[in-house]
Every structure is written in C-alpha cells, then in structure tokens.
C-alpha cells in the first residue's frame, strides 16, 4: 500500500548449535562408564572411590564445562584399572586408563606407518570400541527391565554403517543416539552409605551439659 512503513524482511531464526567435538567425545565416556558402575560385579555399590569421580563428571558436563568432566573421566579410567577392585569384563575393560607394555618403538607393528594411517587405524578402533560398548550396555540395560525397544535399530544402523564406510557420521550419529538415551535411563551409580559420626557416650553428654559446681 503506497505509504506504508516498509516493514523488514522476515529471517528464519537461527539453528541451536549442535554438540561440539568435545562434547559428544565425554558422551561416549560417559555413558558406559554410567552402565560400568552398575554392572553386577559391584554387588549393588561401588566404592566412593568410583562413584565420586563420575559424579563429578556428570556435575562438570551437566554445566557445560565438557573440558572438566573430561579430566575426572580420566581420573576414573585409572580408578578402574587398580588392582583393588573387581576386573571388569569386556567390553567394559577398554574404559580403563590404557597402559602399554614398555617396549623399543620398532616392536610396534604400526611403528613404521605414516601418521595419517596410524590415525586411521586408531579411530577404527574406538569406533569398534564404541559399537561393542553400546551393544553391551543396551544388553545389560534390557536384563535390568529398562525400555530399549527403540534402541535396536541405531545400533543395527550404525552395525551397517560401520562395515560399510568405517567411523562415518552415520555411524557417529546413531552410536550418539544410544548413549543419550541409555544415559537418560540408566540410573546414576551410587555408593556406600556413609556411616553417621558416632554420637558422645551418654556420660560425657551429661558432663558437658551439667558441669560440676567447682
């Protein structure tokens, strides 16, 4: 209409970022190591030893400081791998902090590899890690009667991703979809109860709340 006001064009509204590198990567470890410390072998509790440091982690990526959570993460991988406590079975096992036998470089048979196969070889086997924790957990989740109907076909979809095209982002997409929900059902681990302090023997209660007339 002649007059007017122009009005501004509409824009459509900006997309939400999506999860960053650092993000998905503490997903990947946290969620199964949730599933870890709810495996039987515990008997129910796991040590404070344990539960501490992954309460920490799911404190630290719950605010968004995914660098944090990262580093308590590490310091539960080397929890899990001390002596003290129950081994865990595979593929649980490869949650723990990695220590390689001492050995001369040239005994490593990707030693003479050029960095970008060595690189290669090294995300096929996370990416192989990941699918066998994910089936493992997804396992585990539906003999302790939680839902997982709907988590069948990711990890069928990503099974065939992984076989057809190596660690692609369909199959980083579906394995990031199962622990989302898996971390989502899967009940936070907790530890021992921590015993009460115990209370001042009746005698010195006594003494402190009538002292004697000097």
């Not at 979809?177 to 989502?184: I, N, P």
């Amino acid at each position: 209409m002649p007059g007017a006001p122009n009005s501004p064009p509409k824009t459509a509204a900006p997309a939400s970022p999506g999860p960053t590198d650092i993000e998905r990567k503490v997903l990947r470890r946290l969620a199964p190591s949730r599933v870890a410390l709810q495996l039987d072998l515990w008997k129910g509790a796991p040590a404070r030893d344990l539960v501490d440091p992954f309460a920490r982690a799911e404190s630290l990526y719950e605010t968004g400081d995914f660098r944090g959570s990262d580093s308590a993460l590490d310091q539960l991988s080397v929890r899990f791998a001390e002596p003290r406590w129950p081994t865990l079975p595979e593929p649980f096992r490869g949650l723990r902090v990695r220590i390689p036998a001492p050995m001369p470089p040239h005994y490593d048979p990707e030693f003479t590899l050029p960095p970008e196969e060595k690189e290669s070889r090294r995300q096929r086997r996370e990416a192989d890690l990941q699918l066998s924790l994910a089936r493992a957990s997804v396992d585990w989740a539906g003999s302790h009667q939680l839902v997982i109907s709907d988590l069948t076909e990711p990890l069928q979809r990503a099974e065939a991703a992984l076989l057809a095209s190596g660690p692609s982002p369909p199959f980083w997409t579906d394995v990031d979809l199962v622990w989302s929900t898996l971390r989502s059902r899967v009940p936070a681990p907790t530890g021992p109860v921590r015993a009460a302090p115990a209370a001042p023997p009746a005698s010195a209660a006594a003494a402190v709340a009538s002292p004697d007339e000097p």
